[in-house]
């Protein structure tokens, strides 16, 4: 269809539809393709998007996009969206969204320093300069705050003037450094620029001679600006720039009153006015070069004696090389720009979030906002969530309008609607973006303000509001978006802190907030301890930084740093941030507790505390120990076990976050509180799990005397066996040698075991028992499986030749458990074993380290099994059908299931199987019983099959006795003489020399029966299910074929056919092998 044809049909629908054009807000029409307006809203398959028309930096389009409670849109975007796009937009970052600006990087510059008012102290560039229509000066300054007379930053003379250009400033005492700009002699008034607070600060001004423009900026923010300030006139050529100086003559004329004092450096010159995002690039140490007049060199200047030589500092600078993501709509590509340089964007929302928001301007509580509004003679509070708050929001107006919004909640009687939840909040976001782009704020009622923000969120934070924060939690976040919101404001506080006043303390009922500038070498001896209130600095409610920790900062050259603790308490936490089918990462609980009960729900147990530490450079990492009070007792029938948790606000960042465990441990609980240890500063809290109570003291007590003495009684069965095999002297073979590292595996193991109890105490030692068992029990697994191997490789896969498989099965009865607990410790040695329990720690990945080999041993012997139990049914069904031509079927039916049942019972015990019914026993307390009765009978059956009842064993005894009866008979009938050699009694020299074990067995197989004879199955039969057996020769062949399976059996086990493989192949007992 040809291009006119869309456009005709788009127009009939419009017209149609009665919507000729899209009204802001407006969900755009799908057919329309032109490109996206400002204000429009335009509705993809899963969320929709609002373009909101404006070109901000990445950071403050991802500001701005929170503030309106969405995100930037995810990469790629929408076919839809991404036709209607004409230029690069920001995209967002879908793994871990960034929360804060970048931090500043360090460089070293060199600097003058004008240490005193002095006529003799300047630097004169040396190249004169040409005739400037428009111009930019940028300088990090360090001014002396002490100097209260106004001085010269830098002038500009020229042959016919010389007071052309000039950037004068003073220090207000313990207040702001003004500035203004004189231009051909006119003079801008003073505007504070910059706190007084000998720090170092980036200043720019620019001018133009079209219509006289001029701008002051002080790090990164548009301080004042004004038109007609020496305009219509360019300046003059030839001009001699000075630094430190005001010019009474070209190039001279200095006087020390108007001499500056302070230090500076990093100045630059452009022959053009920098636009604000350029200015940012200054300012982060990396100018743009187009224009430029002058880069900061010193061999370019020349310097008077008294300035030399020139002092190099570490400058901060903010990161000009960060790169955000962005989309490109013309190639349809992914790409990154800088994040500085401002570019369009799109806010979006799932579908279902934006209808909900849309909804909420007929949500009740209006009233609440129209008040507010009207008493501030302004919109304060937005009544739709979605709608933008025009105009920036100055520091004395937000502090005035919370002061009005602070009151009017006071004396609300009735509780917030939902909408006035959401405008509160909103406006908050809105509060703490102020200092987005002004790490090092400017005077102002910074303290009011942030009483005034702990004040509204205290008040928000009531408990009758806990409906309200649940009904908007999908759509604004929860609770945890107004801590986010005071967190982002509590940095900038640290400009109203001095040396006079190193703390400043805002409580309320609800929160709480503390800014302290911390001196590192006061606190490199015990670390800093802070207390809430009410709370005890060596018990509940404190939170530490460690002294380790202090003396790393130290160690990375910082000498002081600003620590900022909040906390929270209120009971919406608990009724807004638990899950009742959510269990937090990784939580700390033994295994008795796994067994007793089920989980229930998680839930907010203590108050809300968090750490956060910031020096020059932005927020510096730290390890913390804290110690909460929790409210158990609100939980009466059940039991409670507490988790140190954190809340992760990049886990579903669309939902506000969730909570989190990754690097926090127990250390230590007590009667109501619990004392925790995380390796990072964040949102803490202690999280409550709740369990429903499935066995009760008296019944756990009984399953603990139970699973004791049955261990007790398989230790002795396995131990006796194990001796057995070494005392009777059995030949050595495949199947000793596997029967011996089972039954020493498995013994050892259940040993450690019994004797964990007493290592609990120590916790190196119940680390190695933990990992002495853990490599025992997977050795014992592992040897299990070598079992099912060795029973397949001589009953299904029928392969009697002798391979080199020992060393196969060494490498997998002990090379692959060594490894696999190797591993384990290396990779988590801290989450390794459960509290209070010398065992592996069940809730973290750990437990996986032996839960994943038992499961693969278990299902490849369940597979074994099934394969040996079809064998049998196989031979079972030929034997039948060569017995009797025409089995009725109840005869078939009792013979196949005989033939099912025998090696189940037969091989479960020994193949491991029986540990199975492990899986189940949270389902029931009877589950629990059958799994330590099986698991205590393991050992019995296996001293039963491979000792008491194994024919080798009982051959390799009698041999012995009768070794020793012939020695004893020996001695009394013959003396012994000079001539007479002894032979060697180790059991295995016996086994070796004895020459009637070294003849060929004699066998003697004799058929009985009650119903005629029966013909046993051959094993050719059995392997080859399809072959036609005659008649003729089944009593030959069954007689031979039952000899050979006869023999593969013992070689395999060597256990009687009368008991185990007898009743497996289907003889029924009916035949017996003689050695």
Known sequence: MAPWCYCLLAFLIRSLSGTPSNSPGELRNPWVTGPVAPGEVVETADEVCKFPGQRLSWWQAQESCEQQLG?????????LLAAQLPDPIWVGQREAPLQRPPQRRARSTATLMFSERSADRAARLRTPLPALGALTACAHVQWDATSSDPAALFSLAVPTLANALQLRAFAEPGGAVHAALVVRGHHAPFRAAFRA?????HVCVTWEQLGGRWSLFADGRRRSGARGLGAGHPLPPDGILVLGQDQDSLGGGFSARDAFSGNLTDFHLWARALSPGQMHRARACAPPPGGLLFRWDLGALDVTPSLLPPVWVRLLCPVPSEECPSWDPAPHTEGSLLCLQPLPFLCCYRTEKYRRLQDAQSWPGQDVISRVNALANAIVLLPDPLSEAHGDLSLTEAANFLRILEGVLAKEAAPLGPAALLAVLHFLKR??????????????????????????????LEEPLAGVWLSVSEVAGGPMALVASVQRLAPLLNSVLTSERPRMHLQHRHAGLEVRRLHLREASTEGYVFTVPGGHPEGPGHILIPAAEVRRLLGKGLSGVTVIH???SSSVFQHTLGAPDQEPRAPDSSEETSRMQRFLSTQVGSAIISSEVWDETGEANTAVTFHLQHQAQAFPPKLVEPVCAFWNFSISPDSGGSWATTGCSVTAMYQGSTACFCNHSTNFAVLLQVYDVQRGPEEESLLRTLSFVGCGVSFCALSTTFLLFLAAGVPRSE???????LTFSLASAEGFLMASEWAKANKVACLAVTAVMHLLFLVAFFWMLVEGLLLWSKVVAVSMRPGPRMPLYYATGWGVPVAIVAISLAMSPRDYVATGHCWLNVHTDAIWAFVGPVLFVLTANTCILVRVVIVTVSSARRRARMLSPQPCMQQQLRIQMWATVKPVLVLLPVLGLTWLVGVLVHLSPAWAYAAVGLNSLQGPYIFLVYAAYNGEVRSALRRMTEKKAAEAFTARSSPTGPGFHSRPSCPW?????????????QRHLALRGTHGPRIPTTFSSIAEPERPVRLGQGWQGSTKGLAVVTRRVRETTGISM???WGLLLGTQGASSVNS
């Open 197 to 201: 607070d000998g720090r170092w600060h």
């Open 566 to 568: 909040s906390w929270f």
């Open 989 to 1001: 020299e016996v086994a070796r020399d004895d020459p009637r074990v070294l003849a060929p067995p």
């Open 71 to 79: 995100h930037l849109v995810l990469p790629p975007p929408d076919e």
């Open 735 to 741: 199947r000793a040698t596997v029967h011996k590292n």
């Open 1058 to 1060: 009368g008991l185990g």
């Open 431 to 460: 509060v703490a973006a102020l200092g987005t782009w002004e790490p090092e704020p400017t005077t102002g009622p910074w303290e009011q303000l942030g009483q005034a923000v702990m004040s509204v969120a205290s008040l928000v």
